[in-house]
């Protein structure tokens, strides 16, 4: 068989006309996953199950009544190299016509020069750049968090001062740290999110995930970090606005537990460079991290009975033989090296605050409000002396910690992402969640190389919890995703029963 097929692209749709029946299901095939949605409450025990599996089509037939139009087969243009190589095992010719409007090629002529201040380029750093600057549609960079993400964005707009680049992501503080990294060598930078806006004269445009309705989809690229995030209905159809633009992701996790992240390559791309936390670690990127589980045995088991909410309220967030082995934890490790404790939620990070009250508590105001505030006070959880962190508040934290002034602090998922801690020691994971993104974005802010002080690995502690099979569970699967990452882990002691 060597029928040729032709598939057309005009921005980020790309459409096979007339396609022949065994063309069309191949192309089906290929464009079809599972999604995988969790069932909570009274749904899951209506359904019986955990989890209820969706097939997806990434792909949508189009077709005209009066037969005027040729029929269509039309799917997202990041699954061209997809769709192609199922076509050629099948024996077919492919061929590519691309439609799509572009500037002329001086514009996308790199500068090299133009990069400032100069750089000494990590391992492949300069190879994603020429990969970039390659690509016909865009493309994935998976790299680990502090290989160096912000410089590459900063030095591919400086490589292209001629194009108009678009910069996105979900988290304002990761857009914060975006803005201040570009801010550093390209002029003219503006920011639109909800808690900070600068116009800026430059082509360089940043606007939070929200925000991306105010960008008028003209710019020559879009670059979006954190892209994992992106894989829902909400962020994909605020991509239709850019028809014309390369579109670039960078992600430490490009695998999600719901299977969303394969409507990802439709949206950006294939990856253009993948690289470990092994691989990084040996060409000295990142350090090392060291994985200690710390075992929690009861004699009882505090979550039994409670679903849901109630069942992480009592078996983990006011768990006080937990919270005290966390604390008990937290106080072994020496004054001189700096620790982090993650939490879920702002009422966790009050309990632990009782046991700990040498740590300063760190979170969003959308995760806790004044009310919240003045309830743990009253339940002497909080010192009456602490200060409720507003915006302005935990701007200051943030810069105390990446100064090293601060050494001690609990933090909701708040400083999950976009921050950077370089001298980080120790991240203790008290929040006993189950998520493939989150056992890698955690442990991965103890990964930076160090600024000021010696520090040979991150150590990471985590817990085994013993007395519930569920949590028992879960901390085996984040155990085994450490491992997944070629991270040590070493079990510690046990905790007495209680």
């Excluded at 921005?11 to 069932?39: C, D, F, H, S, W």
């Excluded at 919240?372 to 409720?388: K, M, Q």
């Excluded at 999950?416 to 120790?426: A, E, M, P, Q, T």
Aim: net charge positive.
């Amino acid at each position: 068989m060597y029928d040729r097929i032709v598939l057309r692209r005009s921005g980020m749709l790309t459409a096979i006309l007339q396609p022949p029946e065994a063309v069309r299901r191949l192309v089906e095939n290929a464009l079809t996953y599972e999604r995988r949605e969790y069932l909570r409450g009274k749904t899951a025990r209506w359904a019986q199950k955990k989890f209820q599996i969706t097939p997806v089509h990434c792909y949508q037939h189009v077709s005209d009544p009066d037969d005027v139009v040729p029929s269509q087969l039309v799917f997202p243009s990041g699954f061209i190299p997809r769709v192609a190589g199922v076509l050629k095992r099948a024996g077919y010719r492919v061929f590519l016509k691309d439609t799509t409007p572009k500037r002329p090629s001086q514009y996308w002529e790199p500068q090299w020069d133009a990069i400032f201040p100069k750089v000494t380029w990590r391992y492949r750093q300069k190879e994603v750049l020429e990969k970039m600057l390659a690509a016909r549609v865009g493309g994935q960079i998976i790299c680990p968090t502090g290989y160096g993400k912000g410089l590459l964005i900063r030095c591919f707009c400086q490589l292209l001062p001629h194009l108009r680049i678009d910069v996105s992501t979900h988290s304002l503080d990761v857009l914060e740290q975006i803005y201040a990294d570009l801010s550093v060598g390209i002029p003219g930078v503006s920011i639109d999110c909800s808690s900070f806006q600068r116009k800026g004269e430059g082509s360089v445009r940043l606007y939070s995930g929200k925000s991306l309705h105010h960008s008028d989809g003209m710019a020559d690229v879009l670059i979006v970090d954190e892209g994992h995030e992106w894989a829902t209905d909400a962020y994909m159809a605020s991509l239709v606005r850019y028809r014309n633009a390369k579109r670039f992701m960078f992600t430490a996790s490009p695998i999600r537990d719901d299977g969303a992240h394969f409507e990802l390559e439709g949206a950006f791309g294939p990856p253009l460079v993948n690289i470990s936390y092994q691989e990084a670690v040996e060409h000295n990127c990142i350090v090392p991290i060291l994985v200690q589980m710390v075992d929690v045995v009861m004699d009882e088991n505090p979550a039994e009975g409670y679903s849901e909410t109630a069942r992480e309220r009592w078996g983990i967030w006011r768990n006080r033989v937990r919270n005290e082995v966390i604390a008990d934890t937290a106080r072994k490790i020496p004054e001189d090296q700096q620790v982090l404790i993650t939490v879920k939620t702002f009422e966790h990070a009050a309990f632990l605050k009782k046991h700990l009250p040498e740590f300063t508590l760190c979170y969003a105001d959308s995760e806790s409000t004044k009310a919240d505030f003045s309830r743990y006070v009253s339940w002497g959880l909080i010192p009456s002396s602490e200060v409720y962190v507003d915006r302005e508040r935990r701007r200051e934290l943030k810069e105390a910690f990446e100064s090293g002034k601060l050494r001690r602090v609990i933090a909701t998922p708040v400083w999950n992402r976009g921050v950077n801690f370089k001298d980080l020691s120790v991240l203790i994971r008290a929040d006993a969640s189950d998520s493939t993104v989150a056992d890698t974005q955690i442990p991965g802010r103890t990964a930076r190389l160090p600024h000021r002080t010696d520090k040979p690995y991150g150590l990471l502690i985590d817990f085994l919890d013993q007395f519930d099979i569920g949590y028992h569970r879960k901390a085996l699967r984040r155990k085994k995703r450490y491992e997944a990452n070629s991270w040590k882990v070493e079990r510690v002691g046990r905790a007495p029963m209680r």
